[in-house]
Each structure stands twice: as structure tokens, then as C-alpha cells.
């Protein structure tokens, strides 16, 4: 089986206050994993294209355009992961890396510009208040909660 790689960002403002999540429809197909992804809000990121002509920064920024349209221009990217998980007997990669958007106004309305229409909202949303719960109306999925907040994973591949 070939390796795969998954590729997210934790993308904040500057004063670490708002992380930006995105809102993900119910994959109609199973991921390379053999998963079932349910709706849900989570990172920005996704899977790699080509492995071969496509580094892990390329496909954040790629998906960040793409799920937000936002553009690399106003991020910092931490070149180094903050988070590698091996999954599935080593044949799938997850990454996280931190970024840093530099923007004085969050509240602008992103728009998202997925080509397969999987992300239908983009939205910076308080760190605190999502750790604690009080952000009633957004379903995280909990390995994401789980990787905003730097927990380990019990399932990781050693």
C-alpha cells in the first residue's frame, strides 16, 4: 500500500487569541485510510497531490488558498512541524504546522474556493472559548481538538 500524507495548518492571529477553523461536508467517499469523514470543523489542510513535486508548506498554502481563500502573502509559516503522527502501520502521515496570519480585522468574511465544494465556511474562532466549550454552535472534530490543543495522540504509530 502506498503512503499517504495529510498536511494542516494551525493557522493564528498574532496575539494567539483566534485560530481559523473551516467547515467540512460528510466525504461521500472514504478517505485513503478507509475513513468515513463526517461533517465537521476542523484545520486547514488536506491531503498531498503529488508527493513526488509537492512539499508539505506547498500544500498547506495550496489548501489555505483554497479553503479560505486566503493567500500566503500576510502568513508566517513555522518551517518546522509542530505536530508529525504516524497512523494506520506507518502508511499514513499527519503534519501540523503552525502559521501566523498578520491582520489587524478577523471579522471579514472569508469565502472558501474548494474545487470539490467540501468546505462551506471559514471563520476565525476564540481559542479559550473553543477549549472551553462555550463555542456551542461549531462541531470540531476531536483529533483536530485534540492537535489544536497538544494533546498526544494514544493511537500513533510508534
Same mark, same amino acid.
Given at each position: 500500500?502506498?503512503?499517504?500524507k495529510? %498536511? ?23 478517505l ?5 469523514? &463526517? *461533517?465537521?470543523? &476542523?484545520? %486547514?489542510g488536506? =491531503? $498531498?497531490? #503529488? $508527493?513526488?513535486? !509537492? ?5 498547506? @498554502? #495550496?489548501?489555505? &488558498? !483554497? !479553503? ?8 508566517? @509559516?513555522?518551517? *518546522? ?35 470539490? =465544494? $467540501?468546505?462551506? !465556511?471559514?471563520?476565525? %474562532? ?6 472551553? =466549550? ?5 462541531? @470540531?472534530?476531536?483529533?483536530?481538538? #485534540? ?12
Amino acid at each position: 500500500m502506498a503512503s499517504t500524507k495529510t %498536511v494542516y495548518l494551525r493557522l493564528w492571529t498574532p496575539d494567539k487569541r483566534h485560530v481559523l477553523l473551516v467547515k467540512n461536508l460528510p466525504e461521500l467517499e472514504p478517505l485513503p485510510n478507509g475513513v468515513h469523514k &463526517g *461533517e465537521g470543523w &476542523g484545520m %486547514v489542510g488536506g =491531503g $498531498q497531490k #503529488r $508527493q513526488d513535486l !509537492e512539499n508539505d508548506i506547498t500544500t498547506a @498554502i #495550496r489548501e489555505l &488558498g !483554497e !479553503e479560505t481563500s486566503l493567500t500566503a502573502d500576510k502568513i508566517t @509559516i513555522d518551517p *518546522e512541524p509542530s505536530i508529525v503522527e504516524r497512523r494506520g502501520n506507518g502508511s499514513h502521515t499527519v503534519i501540523v504546522y503552525d502559521a501566523t496570519y498578520y491582520t489587524d480585522d478577523i471579522s471579514t468574511p472569508l469565502r472558501p474556493n474548494d474545487p470539490k =465544494g $467540501q468546505i462551506t !465556511e471559514a471563520r476565525w %474562532v476564540n481559542f479559550m472559548n473553543l477549549l472551553n =466549550g462555550t463555542v456551542d454552535d461549531l462541531k @470540531i472534530y476531536k483529533t483536530h481538538l #485534540r492537535m489544536l490543543n497538544d494533546e498526544p495522540n494514544p493511537y500513533s504509530a510508534r
